[in-house]
């Protein structure tokens, strides 16, 4: 590890067990492994300047672990979704845009210049951070981000282009969130609608 962003790593979950974990640069490392991944936490004393280094023994050799990603966290990822429209050619559904995978999109209708996802994140949230993922066509022109109260949507953040874009806001409690895009220049696609909570580390 070259930087440490907060007080433990969080890697992806593996197909092997890990039987034992040492600090390669000296001093203590705890290593937890549960079914949906793996923390690794090093006092900050004991973290060195330059890299700090943790050997994970399994019980299997490592080269026959294929590459995995890691998840985002986002509360979205995997929720139901639904859109104003869909692409007519199979692969751009909108589930794409909450599947965790910046290699698949959801895509509006071949005629739209406009359109929404809607979110249903199961039970309400509180959120404060947004991620969304445009890709590289630029097409957006206007958009804001709502969240449902009763049958009526407000509006909590708003903006013009996406391309990869980045939101902090006041802290919203909502079960359902629309990315509702105003004005394309194109057909409207996403790769990615991310949400994370006040509790979540930026």
């Not at 040492?22 to 490392?29: A, K, P, S």
């Not at 979704?81 to 050619?89: D, F, G, L, Q, T």
């Not at 022109?141 to 903006?159: H, I, M, N, P, V």
């Amino acid at each position: 590890m070259l930087k440490w962003q907060d007080a433990i790593l969080r890697l992806p979950a593996l197909p092997k067990k890990i039987v034992a974990s040492r600090l390669l640069t000296g001093g203590t490392v705890r290593v937890a492994q549960e079914e949906n991944g793996i923390t690794i936490a090093v006092p900050p004393q004991h973290r060195h300047e330059i890299d700090t280094v943790v050997e994970l023994e399994l019980d299997g050799l490592a080269e026959d672990i294929a590459p995995r990603a890691m998840r985002s966290g986002s509360l979205a990822a995997f929720k139901k979704i639904k859109a104003s429209s869909v692409w007519p050619n199979p692969g751009y559904e909108p589930d794409k845009a909450v599947d965790d995978d910046d290699g698949t999109r959801w895509g509006a209708g071949s005629d739209a210049r406009s359109g929404w996802l809607e979110i249903d994140l199961g039970k309400p949230e509180t959120l404060n951070r947004a991620v969304i993922l445009e890709g590289p066509w630029n097409r957006v022109r206007a958009f804001e981000l709502q969240y449902k109260d009763g049958e009526a949507w407000k509006t909590f953040a708003k903006g013009t282009k996406i391309g990869t874009l980045r939101l902090t806001f006041e802290p919203v409690t909502t079960r359902f969130v629309r990315l509702n895009i105003l004005s394309a220049t194109n057909v409207p696609t996403i790769w990615e609608v991310q949400l994370f909570s006040v509790t979540q580390s930026p």
